[in-house]
Nanobody, 124 residues
């Protein structure tokens, strides 16, 4: 079964930066719109941002990350990135990437394939 793999999480101080990577070794990530999600214990998983197949359209679900997070993709490497700057303690969560049926300014479409998640902890 196709699976995505996230990496790049870790422990970072408030105000720091991380780059998360979403990769897929056994199928073409480039054919999909991709979304980033996050989840904290006891809460529902929430959408963070998405990028369409061409990389020309991005959408940020969470107002709190606008201006701090950037999403991009590298077609040559079959990867999608989530660049996170000015991190805050409230950004602490497990971050997941998933394929989407669509990514538009109206929101994220249905998800299909998921990764296992990568932990991001923002703490001093």
């Amino acid at each position: 079964q196709a699976q995505l793999v996230e990496s790049g999480g870790g422990l970072v101080q408030p105000g720091g930066s991380l780059r998360l990577t979403c990769a897929a070794s056994d199928f073409g990530l480039n054919y999909w719109d991709i979304g980033w999600f996050r989840q904290v214990p006891g809460k529902e998983r929430e959408g963070v941002a998405c990028i369409n197949r061409s990389g020309g359209n991005t959408y940020f679900v969470e107002d709190s990350v606008k201006g701090r997070f950037t999403i991009s993709r590298d077609h040559a490497k079959n990867t999608v990135y989530l660049w996170m700057n000015s991190l805050k303690p409230e950004d602490t969560a497990v971050y997941y990437c998933a394929t989407l049926s669509y990514c538009t300014g109206y929101g994220l479409g249905n998800t299909n394939y998921w990764g296992q998640g990568t932990q991001v902890t923002v703490s001093s």
